[in-house]
Structure formats: C-alpha cells, structure tokens
C-alpha cells in the first residue's frame, strides 16, 4: 500500500502562482508515473500533467500547458506542480495519484488539496 499526501493548497488571487506538493509514504520498483488530477464543483475529474519517476517523462493537458510545471525529486518520493498565472478556472480541489507499471488507471490516490482563485 502507498499513501499519498499532498499539501501546498490555498487561496492565491488570480495570476498569482502556488506550487504543490505529493509526498509518498515509500517507492516501489512497479510505480510508473505520478499524476495531477483535478475536480472542481459540479464538475468531472480531469487530468492536469504527470510525470514518470524514471526519465521524469512529463505530460500536460491542453489547459495548464505552458502555465504549470510537473516535477519530482526521487529521492524524497515527492512530486511538485508549480502553478503559474493562475486563473479562476484553475479552483478545484487537486489530487495526486500513482500508477504502477502494466495498469491503464492510477491505482493509488491521495485525499486532495484545495485551491481557490479569487478575481
């Protein structure tokens, strides 16, 4: 089992940056790649950016491209997103998750950190 922990959220005014953080509890050898995901009220889950923790191989939606940046530190078996040039569509409680080698979906997540732009 691994336990995600991210932290980092809070209320930023728009164009404004914040950077947050995803520390897992331990690595194993089967994680593939992390991820960003986000969920704002009313609204689906939607993929924000990932990164594979060998190559550090990164991906962004259409959406942040540009504007946020993944980024991990394997050594403290944490993943950053900085977020720059926040907008209030940005608002959403984020997440990070974990996918192991072989799967199509992340299989381990964490609780969420809120993130608030104000206009």
């Known amino acids: 089992q691994v336990q995600l922990v991210e932290s980092g959220g809070g209320l930023v005014q728009a164009g404004g940056s914040l950077r947050l953080s995803c520390a897992a509890s331990r690595r194993t050898y089967s994680m593939l790649e992390m991820g960003w995901f986000r969920q704002a009220p009313g609204k689906e889950r939607e993929f924000v950016a990932s990164?594979?923790?060998?190559?550090?191989?990164?991906r962004y939606s259409d959406s942040v491209k540009g504007r946020f940046t993944i980024s991990r530190d394997n050594a403290k078996k944490t993943v950053y997103l900085q977020m720059n040039s926040l907008k209030p569509e940005d608002a959403a409680v984020y997440h990070c998750?974990?996918?192991?080698?072989?799967?199509?979906?992340?299989?381990?997540w964490g609780q969420g950190t809120q993130v608030t732009v104000s206009s």
């Open positions: 990164i594979t923790w060998s190559g550090g191989t990164t």
């Open positions: 998750a974990s996918r192991d080698q072989g799967r199509s979906e992340y299989n381990y």
